[in-house]
Structure formats: C-alpha cells, structure tokens
C-alpha cells in the first residue's frame, strides 16, 4: 500500500515552504516532496568565502555552464557561487514556439529559488485587482485586497520586511521593520522629484524581506551584499531557514529531497485528487504516496506541467482543465527600460558597506488619469552610489596608475529601470513537448510567450519618463537606457492556472481550489490572473498561507 499523509506539498520554494508551514502547524501529517537536492545552511551558504578561494575565481568555468547551464547562466545571480542553485539545463530542457524565445530560470533543491530571489516585496492593491475587470484583458479576480490583507500582515509580521510607509493608495504599506537609509545620491534625487512631483511620484527605499533588526531568532543584516550566496546570519527570508524548520519544529514534517513529482493522481469514483507519482531523482524508481489534500507549489510552469502530465481519459487535456484555461495566459515582467545620469555634489563623501537593496517609485501610469498609448504601468526600481574598487574589472590600465585611479571613487550617479506589467493573452501559453523529455523521461515543456506592442509601448515611456524625472530632479548628463529582455529573463512567470470567478474560464476558484477537483490547490504563480508590476512572491506567499487556512476548515468540517 502506498504511504498515505493528510496533506502533500510539491516543491519546497516560497510557496511550498509556506504550505507546508501552515499545514503542519495546523496538525496536518505532511510530506513535502522537492524534485532537487537537501541544502545544508552550515555547509552550503557560501557567503564569506572569497573569489580567490574558488577555482575560477568568482568567474565560473565558463565552458561547463555554456553546456550545462546556457540559459541559467543569463541570471545575473548564476555564478560560481551559487550557480549549484540553478537547474543543470541539459537534464532539465524545455522548448519555444518558432521566432520566440522564454528564458526560464529554475532552481531544484530544497528551497527552490527562495535561496538566490532578490528578496523585493510589494504588496498589489485593488488597482491590481480589478485590473482585469477594468479593461477587459483576463478574468476578473475573484478576490480584492481586503480579501488578502490581512494574509500580507500575517506573512510580512512572521518573515520580516523592512521598508517605510509612504501611504500611497497603489502601494499599500506593509508590517515593516525600519527600512534601510538612502545614500546621499538617492536623497538628492528623493527630494528633486518631491519638487517637482509632490506625492505623485514618491522615491523610498525598496521594501525587501531583509531584516534591520533581529527578529525571531534571526539577526540582522550585516550589508556584506552577497545574498544569493546563502546567508549564514539568516537575514534574510528563505524557506531553508525560516518555514521548513518552522514545520520541522511540530514533527508533523516529512520531507523527502529528490523525489520528482511525475503527476497527481484522480479517484474518477470520488471526483478527487487521490496522490502523486513520484519519481526518485537518483534511482528513477517510481513511488506513489497518497493524501487527503494536495498542495501543487511546484513554480507557475512546473505545477502546470505536473497537471498537463497528469492526462487519462477522464482529464485528456490535463487534471481539472474542463475550462480549458491550463496552461494558458502566461506572462512575466518587462524590466530594464530606464535612464541614469551623475548627480553633483558630496565629492568628499561616499558610502559603507553594500546595502543588498536599492530604491522604489510606485506606478503612477494609469491611476486616476488614462494614457493613451497603453494599459496598466510600471514602477521603477534602481539605486545610486560611487564606483569605487569594484570598477577593477572594467577600467582600463594597470599597476600603480590604475590603483591610484581606483582609489578616487568615481562621481555620484543614480540609475532607474522600470518593472512593468505583461497583460494577459491566450497566445501566450505552454503545453507538453510531443518529443522532448527530461532526464526522468517527463514531457517538457512548449512555451510560446511574447510581449505584445502594449508591452512595448509601455517600455519606451519608461524610458522617456525616467529621463525626464532624472532631469527634473537635477541629475546631470541623463541617458535613457534599454533592454531587450525577453519574457522569463524577468524570473516573475505566473499564469498557466489561473483563478477566477467562472469555473468556465479559471482552473481555481478564489481560494486557491481547482474547481474540478475540490482537494487539489495551487498557489504558486500559476494561479494569477494577472502580473500588476510588483515583484509577486509576497503574493503567492500570503495566498498560500490563505488558502491552507481554507484547506484545514474544509477537512475540519469534513467537506473535503
Ligand atoms: C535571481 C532571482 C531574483 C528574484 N528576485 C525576486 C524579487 O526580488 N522579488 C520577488 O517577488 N521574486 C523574485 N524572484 C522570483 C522568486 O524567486 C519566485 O517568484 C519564487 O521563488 C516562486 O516561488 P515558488 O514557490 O512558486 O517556486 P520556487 O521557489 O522556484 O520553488 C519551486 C520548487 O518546486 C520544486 N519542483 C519543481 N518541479 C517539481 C516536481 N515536478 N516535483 C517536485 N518538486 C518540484 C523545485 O525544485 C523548487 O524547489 C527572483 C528569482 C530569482 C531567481
Ligand atoms: S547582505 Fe545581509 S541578508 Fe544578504 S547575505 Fe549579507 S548579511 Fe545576509
């Protein structure tokens, strides 16, 4: 007989450590299942180990991630340090529609990419929920702020955010602890756009799941900037030190590493999920457990993948896809459009330590006012600072001279790019590859994702609008700057699962449920109806939390 637990997690990232902390702390037996390695903190957080004490010396062996890691090492935060976090791309491939390109960056390994995210918190507002509703692209979310909350309270007071109440309606405040000071450079620029822009566009320090303060039993932050390195203070919010131990700590945890979830079983008798195929990672032998309530936190396109596979003659188009919706409405972030400058003054000063955390200034495109030439908006996120030794590597000259150059740090300087919102279409969607599959001979994933000229007409006003603002502030020598990321680069995928009001049209409803199969929740990005601008894991966070509180009275009531 197959082991057989109340609840089973798959995948032990932000969403999943977030289920599996709930459940079991809300007396539920629960195996958490993670296709990738254990990570050990006091073995495999490399934060103070140096470059001259890596065989590459900080560069990586740049001929085994061109094979091994092509699309992974596009990150900026692959490495050699913590390139361990990112998936081997050859045992782990995936394809793209004709004339489209999806850079999709993963981790497998207990964690996830919870260990090397860059750690920017914003909450969405009804302006993001009832974007949908607005201007008719998408469904309609079936929650609204009020609805989620007091699930951001719960989650930012348990993991620690810092960052600063600035009472903007598009950006509501959060539990914070005190955010992080501005450099002088970021002041200058705060307060020439306060001139010149009152509250309408407001510069404040990023909000980000990084702790200026010690905060249940973890210390704060020491600026050493390195984070995707693991961090041996815990200062920052992971699932390998924050809610996996916290589910540990009730011993109702099972956790089970390299255990690949193949798909989810369904009880056609009962209407419901019953349990997961497994495969193990090392032995490729198949295992099946079973529960009474299973939790998909797989990432947006894993978990949609784990449903696509799990196809029978009940489900031929993929498990609880009777709208059709499964795979489909797939978006990411736009980013990188912006401008940067110099900023004059404080030649005698410069600044200490390397905060891991830059600036904000909220959307403020299509709030109360419409633009003509797109839908919905951006924020920006960005920094100032002075080059100081760090510029080694892309001065020219050597010896005396050039040490003696590097010891002036360069002028002040600030730079913003804005983060901007990708609305979502049918035609951006994923399905199974008819051909290729992963090394555990899983299907892989087709992605076919594009931006369209909403997108792009929203990019180039980024650019225009930052360029101004920067010279309205006061910067001097202003350049606008552009990129062309393609969709995943921005490392925010979501949809492919979508919740909603219409079981016609969304796989979940409001609570995270699929509506075909009442035990089977998703919370990871795949359950999005739409990407707003804001960096989304402490949504899915504080959906997750939400929406195990709903499983657990489900069970209590015995309607599950
Ligand atoms: C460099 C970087 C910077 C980022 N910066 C930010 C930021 O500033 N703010 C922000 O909000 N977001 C940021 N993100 C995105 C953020 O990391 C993701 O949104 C978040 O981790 C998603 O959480 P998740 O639980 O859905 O997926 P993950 O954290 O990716 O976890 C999914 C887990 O599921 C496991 N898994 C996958 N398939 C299976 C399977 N078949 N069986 C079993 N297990 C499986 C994986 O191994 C993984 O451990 C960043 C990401 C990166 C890489
Ligand atoms: S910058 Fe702070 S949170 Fe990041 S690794 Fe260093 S001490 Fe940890």
Known sequence: MPETFDAIVVGSGISGGWAAKELCEKGLRTLVLEAGGPVDPALDYVMHVQPWQLHFGGWGDRQKMEREQDVQRRCYACNEWSGKWFVNDLENPYTTAEGTRFDWIRGRQVGGRSLTWGRQV??????????????????????????????YDYVERYIGISGNAEGLAQLPDGQFLPGMPLNLAEQFVRDGLA??????????????????EAHRGRAACGYCGVCERGCSTFSYFNSVHVTLPAARATGKLTLRPWSVVRSVDYDARRGKASGVQVIDARTSETIEYRARVIFLCASALESARILLNSNSERWPNGLANSSGALGKYLMDHWMGWGAHGDVPGFEDRTTFGSRPNGTYLARFRNLDSRTPDFLRGYGYQGGGGRGGWGRGTSMPGFGRGLKEALRTPSPWTYSMSAWGEHLPRETNFVALDPVVKDKWGIPALRITCQWSDNERAAMRDASVQAAEMLEAAGVRNVRQHQADNPPGLTIHEMGTARMGKDRATSVLNGWNQAWDVPNLFCTDGACMASNANQNPSITYMALTARAADHAVNLMRRREL
Request: charged share 30%; net charge positive; with cysteine.
């Open 122 to 151: 914003y909450r969405w507002s009804d302006l993001d929920f009832e974007a949908n509703a607005r201007d008719g692209f998408g469904v309609d979310w079936p929650i609204r702020y009020a609805d989620i909350a007091p699930w």
């Open 195 to 212: 001139r010149r822009y009152g509250r309408e566009r407001v510069l404040t320090i990023g909000r980000c799941a990084i702790l200026t």
